[in-house]
Each structure stands twice: as structure tokens, then as C-alpha cells.
């Protein structure tokens, strides 16, 4: 099968601060490169682009030498952390942006919905809208219009059709953004995390979309998602993006069992690892074990789990109206429950979460000490991530289908 997406070393470099490398001297040489047609000589410098430490160059590898090839028909779905390059790299193909080194080859019409309105103008009505979208895809106007239909009914806003799209919401911008690009045929479709703004029922919807046009009309699809079930189940081949380059290409369910496998060997403790300086009360280590007090990361779904914490103090007893806040995370950032505890007075607590509550998937901890409603004195964001793995839940019948975060407290009765 034909290749319709080729890259080769491709790269993409940014420059941190401002504009111009600092020094007319240094843009001068740049320039100077760039007439004699030689390569820029700053592509030399520049770091990987990782967020959790501090950067000693001025210039960061958003991309570096990524390289591969997507078929024609095959939906790619690309994974990877917050700053791992996955969005650069759709804008990249998008042509938003122009790469600094490497080559893209692609054959075929692209449309992309790489955040809330991408290619609508403000001004113009969503019919209006559709029309030169359309347009901008190379189709004619009567292709647009045998479609027309279809996208109003679909994206749901047949109503405010004839109204401009800057008094639409955000959900109407995206329902009617994915309407044209999935029904105007593009040959390749590029699709961000942007759905994740839709409601649950559209969202449903359009990752039901994408899967019949990949598989009936052979188109080839780039997809972006933090939720593994959808790429999993959606896409025939993931690429998993880690700081700016390839870390694994293959099927969904190798690099999802991969990527999952590194997120959790490296999870599960946090140690400070520099002075807390001034703080009152700061984190000193965090970590999670199981009921026979063994540290792990990784759970069966009816385990208890036991999350540790040692507080360091600078304060007398008597000075310490202080309380520990913690809130488990999922995978995708969101707030599952909150649990609140006063500092005890040996800095030392335990916090105690019942088998059975969590559903699987990959979670962390965002915690922080606080007197409520008046300071926060440290706090901490996605560490100690662990897993859940179904152990055999009655809902672990539905395969891949998404039931929530938590099983519930509940009971079913009958209604004599």
C-alpha cells in the first residue's frame, strides 16, 4: 500500500525569550547562512524540550530527528506526555508552521481541527463558513453542497447556521469544525485533542465518525488523544512521541502496553530533592504502598491502597494550624475525589484508599498544605502516578468501553 505521509529527520527548533538570538551579530550570521543557502548554525545548539528541569541553552528541540510513514487508509494515533512534540508535529504537517530541519512528503488534501476554530473566520456565518472551508479543500461548490446537509445534522446547529460564528460557543465551533472536516473528504484528516470539548454524546460520535471513514472510505487519519481506550480502539498503528522524539512506532496495543509500562516504573515515590527553603512545612517524601506496606505502582482494581506521607516541619507544634490536601488526578488531568487531613503532630499521615473504588486506568496525586481559605505553603502536581488494573469488575464484560473513574457506592432494587 502506497505511503501518503513521509518524514524524514524532521525537526523543529524554538528559540526561548524573545525574538532574534540576542545579538545582532548572532542574527547577522544567521541571515548570512541562510543567503549562502548553508544551514543555520543555531540548528547546532538547543536542548531536548524537557519541561521538568531547568534549560541552560536558549534554544529547545520541540522535534528532533522524527522520521516515519503512515499508509494510505491506516489511522495513526500518537500518544505521549504533555510537551512530548504532538501537537508541533500535526501543525508541522498542517503546514501552520514550517519545519527548521527534515522533509515532509504528502499526497492528497489535508484538513486538520487543531484547536477551537481552526479556519473559520468570525465574520462569516457557519454557512458561509462550510463554503470556504470547502473551498479551501479544492472542492467545488456543488461537492459542498451535496454534503451540506449531512454537516448541519451532524454538528447539531442547523438553527444558528445563518448566524456568524463569533457568537457561537465553543461547543457549536467544534461540532460544526468536525462536521466539514469529516464530510468534506478530505483525503488526510488531522485531529488534535480538540474534541475534548465537546460533550460526552458528541464526542461519542465523532470518534464513530472517524471510525467509519477509515474504514469504508480508506481515508488516513492522524489522531491525537490522551485517552488510550479511543486509540486503542479506534487507530491501527500509535506512535509515541518523548520529548521531542520517536520513542515507539507499532500496533496500538504495543505501544500503549509500553508507554504505560515507563509511566509507571518511573511513578509511585516522590523524594525532594532540594532545599525547601523558608517553607513552614514542605513535602519531604511521598510514596504509595500496598496492605503489607511494600511500595508499588501498579494495582488490582479491589486492592487497598495506601498513599504516605512525610511532611517536613521548621515550626513549634503550637504554630501548626495546618492541613494536607490531596486529590487524585486520571490520565487526562482531571479531578477524580478530594481528601483532607489535619498536619499530625509527628509529620507523619497515611491516606487510605478502599479497594473497589478506583476503575482502571493511570492516576496521580496533586497535594499541597494549606491553612484553608488563607495560604498555601507547598504543593505538588501529577506525582506518584500508579495504576489500576481489572482484576475481573462485573463491568470488565464491556471491554474497552469507557465507565467512568470510580465504581460507586449503590444498590440495585426491585420496584414491587
Known sequence: MESVIKIEELGK?????TIGTGTLSRDMEKWWARMRGKEDPFLKLGEINDRTKSQNENFVWALKDVSFEVKKGEVLGIIGR???GKSTLLKLLSKVTKPSVGRIKVKGKIASLLEVGTGFHPELTGRENVFLNGAIMGMARFEIQSKFDQIIEFAGVERYIDTPVKRYSSGMYVRLAFAVAAFLEPEILIIDEVLAVGDAEFQKRCLGRIKEVSESDGRTILFV?????SIHTLCTKALWLDKGTVKQIGTPGEVIKSYNQTTIENAGEFVRDKDPGNKPLWFERIYI?????EKKSIFLHDEDIFIHYEIGNNLSWSDNPYNLFCTILDENGQRIFSAESEVLKDNKTVLKIKGNMLVRGNYS??????KPMVVQVDKLKEVCLFNIVDNGSALNIHGDYDYGRVFGNFEWKYDN
Open 365 to 370: 496525586l496533586e497535594t499541597f498544605i494549606h
Open 289 to 293: 504502598t500496598d496492605w503489607k506496606n
Open 82 to 84: 504533555n510537551g512530548a
Open 13 to 17: 527548533l524554538y528559540q526561548l525569550g
Open 225 to 229: 488523544s490522551h485517552n488510550l481506550g
